[in-house]
Nanobody
């Protein structure tokens, strides 16, 4: 299974970005999908996750500013990030709980995409 993330970049404070992450491979089913982030010198933390039926979960720091969604037909998860602040600067990683054909469930990570919020 490969998770390909895209959409990061440099944005000014108050701006917006939309991250995408597409899962590919011999996938039978995907349960939860999510986004984590890791700032320099900090631990990786959960930003948002979404269940297979579309129920979202957000870190307190992003509630009201970020929105997670998914397209099950395309095995893709999105993160719409609004009102960005310098504190949101980090490498963002997507994550998915995947079952492959003839295999059990496992967690997979994308390669990370840099988000920098700066004037």
């Amino acid at each position: 299974v490969q998770l390909q993330a895209s959409g990061g970049g440099l944005v000014q404070p108050g701006g917006s970005l939309r991250l995408s992450c597409a899962a590919s491979g011999n996938i039978f089913s995907i349960n939860d999908m999510g986004w984590y982030r890791q700032a320099p010198g900090a631990q990786r933390e959960l930003v948002a996750s979404i269940s297979s039926d579309g129920s979202p979960n957000y870190a307190n720091s992003v509630k009201g500013r970020f929105s997670i969604s998914r397209d099950n037909a395309k095995n893709t998860v999105f993160l719409q990030m609004n009102s960005l602040s310098p504190e949101d600067t980090a490498v963002y990683y997507c994550n998915a709980h995947v079952r492959m054909y003839r295999s059990g469930w496992d967690f997979y990570w994308g390669q990370g995409t840099q988000v920098t919020v700066s004037s």
